[in-house]
């Protein structure tokens, strides 16, 4: 247990990272094809590296498009929704989706379902990776996702759980294989909810859980203070290369108790620490059914650095600049560590912007040299993009040039 602590820490070194780092190359949808997903019933797209651009009117299925290619990555999608809602509903139950994506790893046949022959309910939804079953987890070793939608317009006076959400996606999308310490802990803490509520108390069954609980949350919390670190000195790094630009940048911190205790002691002490707090809780918690201090209850505090005030203060529209800001940069860190710009799914974002940092929007995805996904209902607000975008129209359910 204090090996793995050990390595978490030397995982943290960011000149490790960039020695790792693959020489640069692209990630890109080529070919996409829909059965049964949402309103569409069978759908495909031919498609390059160079951003795509989905118009139609409200309602005609572009955010389920960016919601399908959202399922090529790690996780429930951009959405977030239980598998069994992405079902056409006249259809037969289930839905597929596959893709021939130039990924991390080279070319790629990628394969998703849910309600499918041979589906199991443990694992959530089918995934085939170049032709072999593998767990929805495996899909981040090939592709990198991030994404603007409109129900992230909230993220900074919303509850800290949204906040949390995106943070572990940029934690997984450092190192993916921190998603084995945030199940553990996640599981771990569900059980020990459950002895709770079954009024067990047997002390050595708490205590292999806390044990749990404990390595795994100062994992988690080690994680995401590595991440903000990366996150915060590209942000700076940009600053002093490029000046004051189009989006305002963001100031960023981390509440929580493991955190803070990581910022000022040994990991391994921690670990310990948070051990005798569980074990101390334990009456604390029963009457709460929940454990109140932990990984679970952290939360990310952003500041709109050039007014030096909260983002949850800021106007809606400075959010959204700030949003979009952070976003941008957390694609420039993926690019920088695994040496390709993730896909970025951009829905309804271009039209809310003016003239001036939608074009500074174009020029970053450009530089980026990212496959963006963006959709709109106006083919006028793309003109300036059209030349070096695919145009694709889209009307109830069907993909069209």
Known sequence: MRAALSGYRERAAPEAMGEAARAESRLFVQ??????????ERAAASLDESPVVL?????TGKTNLLEAV???????GLRGRPYEELARKDGPGGWAMAATVMSLEGVVEIGTGFGLSGASEATGRNVRIAGKD????????????VWVIPEMDGLFTG??????????RLMLAIDPKMSGPRGRYDRAMRQRNRLFQMREGSPSLYAGLEEQMAEAGVAIAAARLDAIARLSALIQATREARGPGPFPFAVLALEGTLERALMERPAVEVEDDYVS???????????AGRALAGPHLSDLIVVHGPHNAPAGDCSSGEQKALLLGLVLAKARLIRELSGAAPLVLLDEVAAHLDHARREALFGEILDLKAQAWMTGTDRETFAS???QAQILAVNRGRIGA
Not at 70 to 76: E, N, P
């Open 31 to 40: 070919e996409l094809r829909l059965t049964n997903f949402r309103n569409y």
């Open 55 to 59: 118009i139609g009117d409200n309602g």
């Open 70 to 76: 959202s399922l090529l990555g790690a996780g429930q």
């Open 134 to 145: 593998q767990s929805a987890g495996a899909l981040a070793h090939y592709v990198q996702l």
């Open 159 to 168: 509850p800290a759980s949204e906040r949390r959400r995106f943070l572990d």
């Open 277 to 287: 707090l569980l074990s101390e809780a334990r009456e604390r918690d029963r009457l």
């Open 385 to 387: 993009l059209a030349s």
